[in-house]
């Protein structure tokens, strides 16, 4: 019997936007998971979003850990050469770290990390996708350009805390992309507030419009801001991201509406580009 024709890689997906800073910890994973699940709750034409979830963070993959997926599950294996994603709360979702357990050595993903997230890009069965959110590790090296050479990115975004330090490492994450000629489809300011977690009032600790103000610098948006909350980082760590626990709360009201200001940048950002239409 012949074998099924299995269509992996991501010709069918049709926007893919990289989640990154130029800083590490600044919350990216957090974002690009939130982020994902806030986009799976809108629609087009009557239809929910499809939604995936590619972890590009080679050497310290947090999502499954932050969707509550356990060690033994790994992604299933078609005709030997192609993965399933692993399915995780309505999203297509792909780590090395389903891959790999805790005691694979480190040695051996340096010089394979290219190699590795082009495989998961390749190999996996996508399908049709509205978006792809890649959760990019910290900085601006090899990975980034990875992702750029062997992937057809729609935009990235950008990911900073308001302090000082992270807006500079936020503008050198927009300028690498822009040598890269990846289009920054906007800031995402996280850790922007701090809500006490007794009383509920909020105060800038790191002070304020420090990503407005670098959105502005650099001509994109700020797509919206994420307070410094406890319950952001506790539901991250019990792989029960917030925009899913608590869908009608004020945090998961902020992610969707950054779900939305980026359709709105990914729709526009297609329409400036020039357009090329081949006609069969
Ligand atoms: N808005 C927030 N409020 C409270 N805690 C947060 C918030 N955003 C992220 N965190 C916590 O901060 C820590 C770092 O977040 P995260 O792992 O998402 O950062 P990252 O930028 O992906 O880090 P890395 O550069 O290592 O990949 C995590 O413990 C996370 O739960
Ligand atoms: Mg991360
Ligand atoms: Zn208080």
Redesign the pocket.
């Known amino acids: 019997m012949a074998k099924a024709v299995v269509e992996s890689g991501m010709k069918k997906v049709k926007y893919i936007v990289a989640v990154a ?1 130029g ?11 939130n982020l994902a699940l806030a986009l799976a709750t809108l629609s087009k034409d009557g239809k929910g979003l499809n939604i995936g979830l590619l972890d590009a ?1 080679i050497y ?1 993959p ?1 999502l499954p850990k ?1 969707l509550g997926i356990t060690d033994s599950v790994q992604p299933q294996v078609v005709n030997g050469t192609a993965f399933v994603p692993v399915p995780a709360h309505g999203l297509k979702t792909m780590s090395i770290g389903y891959l790999t357990t805790e005691s694979t050595p480190m040695v051996w993903r340096g010089p394979m990390a290219g190699g590795a997230l082009t495989q998961m890009m390749e190999q996996s069965i996508w399908g049709e996708l509205d978006v792809l959110v890649v ?5 601006t090296g090899d990975i980034q350009l990875t992702l750029s050479q062997k992937a057809k990115v729609s935009g990235a975004v950008v ?1 900073t805390t308001p302090q000082d330090i992270a807006l500079l490492d936020a503008r050198k994450g927009i300028e690498m992309f822009r040598k890269v000629e990846v289009p920054v489809l906007g800031i995402v300011e ?3 507030v701090h809500i006490c977690s007794n009383c509920g009032h909020a105060e800038s600790i790191f002070g304020e419009g420090g990503g407005q103000k670098v959105a502005s610098e650099y001509d994109t948006r700020l797509l919206g801001s ?12 019990r792989g029960t991201p917030i925009a899913l626990t608590e869908p009608e709360g004020e ?1 998961a009201q902020s992610y969707r509406a950054i779900a939305e200001n980026l359709m709105t940048a990914l729709a526009e950002n297609t329409v400036k580009a020039p357009v090329i239409s081949i006609e069969d």
């Open positions: 800073s800083k590490g910890g600044v919350g990216k994973s957090t974002t690009a998971v963070d310290g947090s932050m959760d990019m590790p910290p900085g990911v996280n850790m922007a994420l307070p410094l909350d406890k319950r952001i980082r506790e539901e991250g760590d945090i």
